[in-house]
């Protein structure tokens, strides 16, 4: 390997739970789930800026307790309430489960999250500056 390329450094996006991480080389992607009350998909949609991510999207069925409502309201007529929220966020945490099928989404694939992590496991999502020794100790997804 060029000496060179050992150097050379990107940004991905790092998804992680117990040690055990992913990276993905996008510049966008969808988390969807399916809300455990109404039983409805609901999605968010990130990029990546820099080094951080911004949520750029958010879209679902119905209004609902804890639905954020200070996003502007995107006109639709696919049945989706859509709205512009553009929340820079460091990192994301959360809980993926097997009950709410949390998945990610990008242009190319479909990465079903609750089939990657052990069920109720926390992961943390970020944006990541990598050197290609980093991606050794990961697995593209």
């Known amino acids: ?3 060179f390329l050992t150097f050379f450094h990107w940004s991905v996006i790092k998804i992680e739970s117990d040690g055990e991480s992913y990276f993905l080389n996008s510049d966008s992607f ?6 455990s009350v109404e039983n409805e998909p609901w999605y968010e949609v990130y990029e990546r800026d820099g080094r951080q ?16 409502s200070e996003g502007e309201i ?3 007529d696919d049945g989706f309430i859509r709205m512009a929220v553009n ?11 097997d009950h709410t099928e949390t998945t990610i989404l990008t242009d190319t694939k479909e990465i079903p999250l609750y089939e990657l992590f ?23 997804l």
Do not use: D
């Not at 969808?30 to 809300?35: A, K």
């Not at 991510?53 to 954020?68: D, I, N, R, S």
């Open 1 to 3: 390997m060029p000496l």
């Open 30 to 35: 969808t988390l969807t789930w399916i809300h």
């Open 53 to 68: 991510l911004v949520l750029t999207e958010t879209y679902f069925k119905t209004f609902g307790a804890g639905v954020p």
């Open 118 to 140: 052990k069920p109720y496991s926390e992961i943390e999502i970020k944006v990541q500056r990598v050197y290609l020794w980093n991606m050794w100790g990961g697995k593209p």
């Open 74 to 76: 995107i006109e639709s």
């Open 87 to 97: 929340r820079e966020m460091s990192q994301m945490n959360m809980i993926v489960s």
